[in-house]
């Protein structure tokens, strides 16, 4: 088994590992991981690794302290079983390590899905934990594959964003007839913009996104933002604009300049790290503090309000709107390319790391050649 790692301390530092196949216990399954994407998503998860325990998902048996697996989420097949209840050949869509094989060891099995039920992942939310069986899964298409891959882990956390900014009523910034600000960075990053074409079916709110200038013109094209601006030109807003800031990029100092030029603040929600080289805390800011954003949060909250069978058929409906938009033939949002083996993963994670891509390139890697 081939395992691609990288250095906690240095992202850019990474490695391929040749492991040796254990045998299987009774009870486990070994799944070959077919494809997966890598997105600025993945990069998050990376560097909020120690914070939210991401890398405790695929632990590195030599060296945890030095280097880690950062988790991806792709499709695979079982190529070897154990379990009386999961059958060799079955496709599964879940979240794997960076790696040829993974072993699971499949726990409250259902007709839909099951959960790994492995020691070491049992404090880990169970949202990372479940695989779902191709067969039975209503957003499913193995022509889709790829945009399945990239988007819809993307695309929960976008939906449940725009959910709980909704449950929160905004937080006060459209109330009085004013029409509040929801300021969305890294806006050409896929969650971004997945979260701004959620959030544009809203009233009372105009969306607008901060991006580099190299991006501008891809994040109009989209057409979920009302205004596109530059990280530079902020003081086109008014300084008293009621305002949420959804922090996609990380930046400190990009946080701090919305934090002291925005007097009506109303909240500050941190959801990714696609700013690697300027991420830091939010201490000592004026305004609100910035609330991490955990999804997994919210998603049980609403499974509380609405059940489970409520939450899925809303999120299907919401999904294949929104992947309909995505994949428009005249003008795709979304280009999926395949790469192969440990040097094309290597390439890749350095673009998606350096921030430097194509925003229209979907990367989905493989480490088989």
């Known amino acids: 088994m081939l395992q691609f790692q990288v250095r906690k301390d240095a992202l850019a530092t990474t490695r391929l590992i040749t492991l040796t196949d254990a045998p299987l216990a009774p009870g486990e399954v070994r799944v070959r991981v077919d494809h997966f994407a890598y997105t600025a998503n993945n990069i998050t998860y990376a560097a909020f690794g120690e914070a939210m325990n991401y890398w405790q998902f695929f632990p590195v048996s030599d060296d945890a302290v030095t280097w880690g697996v950062v988790p991806v989420w792709g499709f695979g097949v079982v190529v070897q079983s154990l379990h009386p209840g999961v059958a060799v050949g079955e496709r599964l869509y879940g979240y794997w390590p960076m790696a040829t094989h993974a072993v699971l060891q499949p726990a409250r099995v259902a007709p839909e899905h099951f959960f790994d039920g492995a020691p070491h992942r049992s404090a880990l939310h169970a949202v990372y934990n479940q695989y779902l069986r191709c067969n039975a899964d209503p957003l499913y298409r193995g022509d889709r594959e790829g ?28 109330a009085e007839g004013r029409r509040g600000a929801l300021l969305l960075s890294s806006a050409s990053s896929k969650t971004a913009y997945a979260t701004a074409a959620q959030l544009a079916q809203r009233t009372g709110v105009e969306v607008i996104g901060l991006t580099s200038a190299a991006n501008v013109a891809f994040c109009e094209s989209l057409g979920v933002y009302h ?6 030109q902020l003081d086109l807003l008014p300084a008293d604009t009621p305002c949420i800031y959804v922090d996609f990029a990380g930046s400190a100092s990009l946080r701090r300049a919305i934090h002291e030029r925005f007097t009506a603040l109303a909240h500050s929600s941190a959801i990714g790290g696609t700013h690697v080289t300027d991420l830091g805390g939010g201490q000592g800011l004026p305004g609100p503090r910035p609330v991490l954003f955990f999804a997994p949060a919210q998603a049980k909250k609403r499974h509380g309000d609405w059940g489970a069978a409520e939450f899925n058929a809303r999120l299907a409906r919401a999904w294949h709107v929104f992947i309909e938009r995505v994949n428009q033939p005249a003008a795709p949002w979304l280009v999926v390319r395949e790469h192969r083996g440990g040097d094309a993963v290597q390439a890749a994670h350095a673009l998606v790391l350096g921030g430097q891509g194509d925003p229209r390139l979907g990367h989905m890697l493989s480490l088989h050649g």
């Open 147 to 174: 945009l399945q891959a990239l988007l819809r882990p993307l695309f929960l956390t976008a939906w449940l964003i725009d959910d709980f900014l909704a449950d929160n009523a905004f937080f006060g910034i459209n």
């Open 227 to 232: 205004r596109v601006l530059r990280y530079d």
